[in-house]
């Protein structure tokens, strides 16, 4: 193949980056190691039930992002509004301004610790972020077990810097309000989720892979540094001026023949999580209480739920439902080895919630991501930026969740792919 810009992994930054080399004239080609493009973004079909990969909507407001995806192509328009389960009960979210679902005893117990914490305190991990902010009490009640449960570890074992902006933290006089009344304002930090009419999320996608060159099932064996070459499973050798990866850190390490065997031990040192995905078409309609809702039970495996017929009524057949559970996994929870076994534990752990019945079931279906989300242990930063310099150093682009290893969202992973690209084009000219 003649020297051009390379682009690994077909996920929203990789796409993004491709389509701003293609708009400033730059010949680009995606390698993709799977058999369709999206990544993290990608919807697949379950005999006419619609699902996404994991919990996608879209709330970015950046004007350029929302022009590109949501701006060409029609969607729907939903509150970001979700439900939380816990012991029997549904609450309103975020739980700690809507108090008032729980049992009084519950609401004392919690507004007591909420005015005995103490926000100065030092804070060296999560943990002591969620008990300054929140109390003793209702940090062990509810986002302590979240925690376990989405991030796989105690919150001691995560840093805090990641949370800022992602999780509300109450005055005094809302917490109070929200134990009495329920009809609270929505602190969500986006006003407004949009979805896709038809295709599920990938469709954003739609006007990025328009006129990419992309090419699909290519696992990539090695890159030679030294001459330039990418070595595929299948036996193609690619020859490239510049690489942008968005492909997780420790792949991209592991196959770059040169690199030093510090910085892939470096590498192997960045945490993320595993995810699960059971999805599960129903024969009745609106089953789900929100567009999504945590489960805070630790006995009920999934951490969050979300209903695809809400997020768009074509993603399922006529009178129909669905809903899609999630379960995480790292190298601190290990992952069942049967994954249809665990669906069927899921399956009827969620009968438990009492929104559907085994008989209502028409389609289940059961998949895993390897690399679900970036888990912020304390390693993260050094690590990160060691691996990052190195790349710097071998002349090689980074860009998206799993290039630049952060909590990237969608629109986020956009701009990443976009900026990668511009950096490219600074160089061509």
């Known amino acids: 193949m003649n020297k051009e810009i390379v682009i690994l992994g077909a996920g929203i930054a990789g796409l993004s980056a491709a389509y701003h080399l293609k708009e400033a004239g730059i010949p680009n080609i995606v390698a993709e190691k799977e058999n369709t493009y999206g990544g993290?973004?990608?919807s697949f079909e379950v005999r006419g039930f619609m699902f996404?990969?994991?919990a996608h909507i879209s709330f970015d407001n950046e004007e350029t992002t929302y022009h590109m995806l949501e701006g060409n192509v029609p969607h729907w328009t939903h509150e970001s509004e979700a439900v939380n389960f816990n012991q029997g009960s549904w609450i309103k979210n975020p739980v700690q301004n809507n108090l008032s679902g729980l049992p009084v005893e519950e609401r004392i117990r919690i507004i007591k610790g909420f005015i005995e914490r103490t926000p100065d305190r030092n804070i060296e991990n999560y943990g002591d972020w969620l008990?300054?902010?929140?109390g003793n009490y209702f940090a062990e009640k509810f986002p302590y077990k979240y925690t376990r449960k989405y991030w796989t570890v105690e919150p001691e074992q995560l840093e805090s810097n990641w949370i800022k902006g992602r999780m509300y933290t109450p005055a005094l006089e809302e917490v109070l309000r929200g134990a009495m009344e329920e009809d609270t304002r929505s602190v969500h930090?986006?006003?407004?989720a949009r979805y896709p009419v038809k295709g599920g999320f990938k469709s954003f996608l739609d006007p990025l892979?328009?006129?990419?060159?992309i090419r699909y099932c290519m696992d990539i064996l090695e890159i030679d540094l030294q001459h330039k070459v990418i070595r595929f499973g299948n036996g193609e050798e690619w020859e490239y001026d510049k690489l942008i990866s968005t492909i997780p850190l420790p792949e991209l390490c592991h196959i770059i023949n040169t690199a030093p065997e510090s910085i892939r031990k470096t590498a192997d040192r960045l945490d993320y999580t595993s995810g699960v995905m059971v999805s599960i078409g129903l024969a009745r309609p609106c089953v789900s209480p929100a567009l999504w809702f945590y489960i805070y039970d630790e006995e009920i495996l999934p951490a969050r739920v979300y209903a695809p017929d809400i997020k768009s009524p074509n993603n399922v057949p006529h009178g129909c439902s669905a809903l899609q559970a999630e379960i995480y996994?790292?190298?601190y929870k290990k992952m069942p080895d049967d994954l249809e076994e665990l669906k069927e534990d899921v399956i009827h752990?969620?009968?438990?919630?009492?929104?559907f019945k085994e008989e209502d079931i028409v389609v289940s279906d059961v998949r895993m991501k390897q690399y679900a989300n970036i888990m912020f242990t304390p390693e993260i930063y050094d690590a990160r930026d060691a691996v990052h310099q190195y790349l710097k150093s071998v002349?090689?682009?980074?860009?998206g969740r799993w290039g630049e290893w952060d909590y990237l969202w969608v629109g986020q992973s956009f701009r990443s792919g976009r900026d990668a690209a511009e950096r490219c084009i600074k160089q061509s000219f």
């Open 209 to 213: 892979v328009k006129n990419a060159d």
């Open 52 to 54: 996404d990969t994991f």
């Open 395 to 399: 002349d090689i682009e980074y860009a």
């Open 349 to 355: 752990q969620m009968l438990r919630l009492n929104l």
């Open 189 to 192: 930090y986006s006003k407004e």
């Open 131 to 134: 008990r300054a902010m929140f």
């Open 329 to 331: 996994y790292s190298r």
């Open 40 to 42: 993290l973004c990608n």
